[in-house]
């Protein structure tokens, strides 16, 4: 019989340079030409005009139970983020105010979860930045069912690795390999320091469309 709990090592951490580079992006701006990696737009920021990178750490855990999330919050480092694969469940809100004011102690950056949560007001109070599907009143206990950490998960739609890339910003989650991570960052920077100086041109009487060139398309035809 299979073991109701596999816990894996903890994932090789993102270099702090790479963390400030994301930090520094924005979700929408790799959207610009990266179609994949971004969770399920349902899943929303609880606070607002934040904009965190850190480390996936992963964990799944059955609908009902967060057995495995509170042993999971003793192993977070400093430049974690928890991403918790709820299994499909949407009536459990497995994360409230104990688990974020634990989350925060252990130096985690924020929290995914694809599921409701719990306690706004208490996650408000502990300035946590924190993603969910909204909130639920019912919530998990301790009922030793098993689970999964440190495996790859599904979030949103995404599959996602321990040690990946994770971005959360007011428009959405963006997960990407680690790899991928410091180029993928450097070229949304340029791309936004662009978009800036368009913004001054159009804010100084130049027409976008003919900053973009659809107006020379639209009149061609």
Known sequence: MPAKYEVNAMP?????????LL??????TVGHWRHWG???????????????AGTAVTLMIP???STLLHHALGLLRPG????????????????GGGVTVAAKAAGAKAGVVDGPTTDLEEVEASDFPLWSRGQAPITTRIYDLGGRLNVPVSIGGVVVTPGDAVLCDDTGVLVLPPDEAEEEA????????RGLKTQGRVAKGEKLGDISGATAKVLAG
């Open 12 to 20: 090789a951490q993102l270099s702090a340079e790479v963390v400030a």
């Open 186 to 193: 450097r070229r949304a920077i340029a791309t936004q320091e």
């Open 38 to 52: 971004f969770v399920d737009r349902g899943i929303q920021p609880l606070l607002r005009r934040r904009r965190v």
């Open 23 to 28: 930090e520094q992006t924005e979700t929408a």
């Open 80 to 95: 974690d983020i928890l991403v918790v694969d709820r299994l499909g469940d949407v009536r459990h809100a497995c994360w």
């Open 63 to 65: 609908g009902p139970d």
